[in-house]
């Protein structure tokens, strides 16, 4: 069953894009026709490509891998933060820190910086702090807040990265691409979809646009997800089932032959056998 349908699409306008004049020749294969000067995306395409991506991010998610979502265009970036946030992911939408990807361990250090000073403030050191000094760490905390704070829980580099707008976000795909690390991107009728590995043709610039492709997305992950925690349960599982079979083994008693009669057997034979031998 597909994660999404044409009606859904078409009523969140994912089928515009842009005018004849901005296109770009990669994407004919997706451009059902042009209407008005703007070209108008296959749907069909979009549903396919679609479910194509979603199955890959849930086996990503099944892994227990982390996906990094970026937006940070206007129309998008607090949907991006709501559906990321609602399945446990990393999103980058304020402005994408240069060398994130590809200077990871610098990106690290600022994010430890910012949970030290969180330290520093909870056990009272700042309190000794003037005024100024005090504003200065604070804002300080605020910024670092603003453009790391969605990725405060990113130990390691994540294992793919889903862009909304390709040509916006494109110093970030650089550095996946430089990693290896595979981008699933909304591509409008203006962008390259050759650039990014799973390419979703669709309107990029409408918030509805984006969202009902995200929450085909996101749905997707979220079943990853919870195939892996059964799967974990179950193996767990299956572990303490045999933990206790061995242990049962060892408690287990020594099986008497059959050639070898019962210790209280044997002793009522030779009571009966001293008072046959007294009688007589």
Known sequence: MSRTNFDQLLQAGCHFG????????AMAPYIFMERNGIHIIDLHKTVAKVDEAAEALKQIAKSGKKILFVATKKQAKDVVAEKA?????????????GGMLTNFPTIRKAVKKMTNIDKLMNDGTFSNLSKRELL??????????KNLGSIADLTRLPSALFVVDVMKESIAIKEAKRLGIPVFAMVDTNSNPNDVDFAIPANDDAKDSV???????CAAIAEGLEERKVEKADEKASAEQAEEAAEGKKRAPRKARKDEAPAAEVEVAEEAAAEETAAE
């Not at 946030?85 to 820190?97: C, D, G, T």
């Not at 969202?211 to 997305?217: G, S």
């Open 18 to 25: 842009h005018l004849r004049r901005k296109w770009n020749p």
């Open 85 to 97: 946030a609602s399945i446990n992911m990393p999103y980058v939408n304020e402005r994408w820190p």
């Open 136 to 145: 200065q760490v604070t804002r300080q905390r605020a910024k670092l807040e």
């Open 211 to 217: 969202e009902v492709i995200l929450n085909a997305c």
